[in-house]
């Protein structure tokens, strides 16, 4: 069965300061992968997306950026946060055709202080 | 621009009856419509997806309706048990094959014993 895993599960981190969240997935190939990010009682914002390895599309312009290193792993990186870069930061992964549901990971909890 | 409004209130129901949750979109035409489920601190899961040529689809204790006229889904919880209670998201999706979805903010619904 397919997995993803985020990590880590909260940060907190100071303004200037780098970022680096990590997404995995295990038990599918070749996935479509997102990062989004859900403010305080608000829905979730696209972020990025990916079809293939070194293949990413940005959907806001903003502080972030995403790289896709392997077919597997989606990583959120910032050089320099900022205080509205807080917020609860979501991976997932759908097959790679379109119809297909979205499978999210836990999740990451970012307060930038 | 597109817009996809649910609801923003909490929706407050007695257990045992049918819940009825909006998902109401503009300025845009999807080949399909996905409801998921999101708990406290946790990622989405998926619930249902209905495509745009679909009238409702049904699964267990869950209906969902797509009135591509109307530019309305709504989604039907039956026999509503406290367990239910959650923040409830639709999502939009286009035809392509990136698997791009965009969600509403949610509708939390709280079902009372």
């Known amino acids: 069965s397919q997995t993803i895993h985020q990590w880590p599960a909260t940060l907190v981190q100071p303004v200037g300061s780098p970022l680096s969240l990590e997404c995995t997935v295990e038990?599918?190939?070749?996935?479509?992968l997102y990062w989004y990010r859900q403010a305080a009682g608000r829905g979730l914002q696209l972020l990025f997306y990916?079809?293939?390895?070194?293949?990413i599309s940005s959907e806001v312009p903003q502080n972030l950026s995403a790289s896709r290193p392997q077919d597997r792993q989606f990583i959120l990186s910032s050089k320099k946060l900022l205080l509205s870069d807080s917020g609860f930061y979501l991976c997932?992964?759908?097959?790679?055709?379109?119809?297909?549901?979205?499978?999210f990971g836990p999740g990451t909890r970012l307060t930038v202080t | 621009s597109q817009k996809i409004e649910q609801n923003s209130e909490a929706l407050n129901i007695q257990e045992g009856k049918t819940a009825t949750l909006t998902c109401n979109y503009t300025?845009?035409?999807?080949?399909?419509l996905q409801w998921y489920r999101q708990d406290p601190g946790r990622g989405p899961v998926f619930l249902l997806l209905?495509?745009?040529?679909?009238k409702e689809k049904r699964k267990e204790r869950l209906k969902v309706t797509f009135d591509t006229t109307l530019k309305q889904s709504l989604f039907h919880i039956t026999a509503s048990q406290p367990a239910d209670s959650a923040t409830y998201l639709c999502?939009?999706?286009?035809?392509?094959?990136?698997?791009?979805?965009?969600f509403g903010q949610g509708t939390t619904l709280q079902v009372k014993p």
């Open positions: 038990g599918t190939s070749n996935p479509n």
């Open positions: 300025n845009y035409s999807p080949a399909y």
């Open positions: 990916s079809v293939g390895i070194g293949q």
């Open positions: 209905i495509r745009e040529n679909e």
């Open positions: 999502a939009l999706a286009g035809s392509s094959n990136t698997g791009k979805l965009i």
């Open positions: 997932a992964w759908s097959a790679h055709y379109s119809l297909n549901e979205q499978y």
